[in-house]
């Protein structure tokens, strides 16, 4: 059973607002990623991170942040929110596996809407 | 081209049936696979991961892997309608690769199970 949390699960925020969307996983998994879905489109991938202090652009170019500091906490931040990052953020993790691909196990996402 | 196939639907087939989602890949190199379900408004949920050629069953799932025809399905039998889901493949980067870890998906397809 996967234990990834991702707090807000919606959100609705003005224009110009910072806002930091949390993921936590209880696994002890290195690897973590963000991914961005709009309604009924492909899942994008635009961060993720192997551990500690490290991060990575994914294939979607995205203005968002990330950050690593600790195994469990993969933080992703807007500093200045804008109507095209209406989207729904899902986070994941994953154990290596040493097959090329690991499982990756999903968060509930965050639906964040910016007016 | 796009590095993992799949034909977007809907995929509709009447209660009971055996439903069969298709995925074709183009990196040879690739050694793991997954089915995630993802149900409209929620995060994806891994069903299925494959790593050798042949069938893998769990339940009423069949996942089939063909590296030579770099294809891979995912059976379904006794459909249900709570089978109504889109379905993701995913294939892992080949060992070895910058980018092991990380999952290429399709776009999805999206299945109808009529009562």
């Known amino acids: 059973e996967a234990d990834i949390y991702q707090t807000p699960r919606y959100l609705v925020i003005g224009t110009g607002k910072k806002i930091t969307l949390e993921c936590s996983q209880t696994?002890?998994?290195?690897?973590m990623y963000w991914y961005q879905q709009d309604p009924g489109m492909e899942l994008h991938l635009i961060h993720y991170?192997?551990?500690?202090?490290?991060?990575e652009k994914g294939d979607l170019s995205s203005e968002s942040t990330v950050s690593r500091i600790r195994t469990e906490h993969f933080p992703l931040t807007l500093e200045s929110a804008r109507p095209s990052h209406t989207s729904q953020y899902l986070c994941?993790?994953?154990?290596?596996?040493?097959?090329?691909?690991?499982?990756?196990?999903f968060g509930p996402g965050t639906r964040l809407t910016v007016t | 081209q796009k590095e993992v196939e799949q034909n977007s639907g809907p995929l509709s087939v009447p209660e009971g049936a055996i439903a069969s989602l298709n995925c074709t890949y183009s990196?040879?190199?690739?050694?793991?696979f997954f089915w995630y379900r993802q149900y409209s408004g929620k995060s994806p949920e891994l069903i299925m991961s494959?790593?050798?050629?042949g069938d893998k069953e769990d339940g009423r799932f069949t996942a089939q892997l063909n590296k030579a025809s770099q294809y891979v399905s995912l059976l379904i039998r006794d459909s249900q309608p709570s089978d109504s889901a889109t379905y993701l493949c995913?294939?892992?980067?080949?060992?070895?690769?910058?980018?092991?870890?990380?999952?290429?998906f399709g776009q999805g397809t999206t299945l109808q199970v009529k009562p």
């Open positions: 994941a993790s994953s154990e290596y596996r040493g097959t090329g691909g690991d499982e990756q196990y």
């Open positions: 696994m002890g998994h290195d690897k």
């Open positions: 991170s192997y551990g500690v202090n490290s991060t």
């Open positions: 990196d040879r190199g690739s050694q793991s």
């Open positions: 494959i790593y050798s050629n």
């Open positions: 995913a294939a892992g980067y080949p060992m070895g690769s910058s980018n092991t870890g990380k999952l290429i």
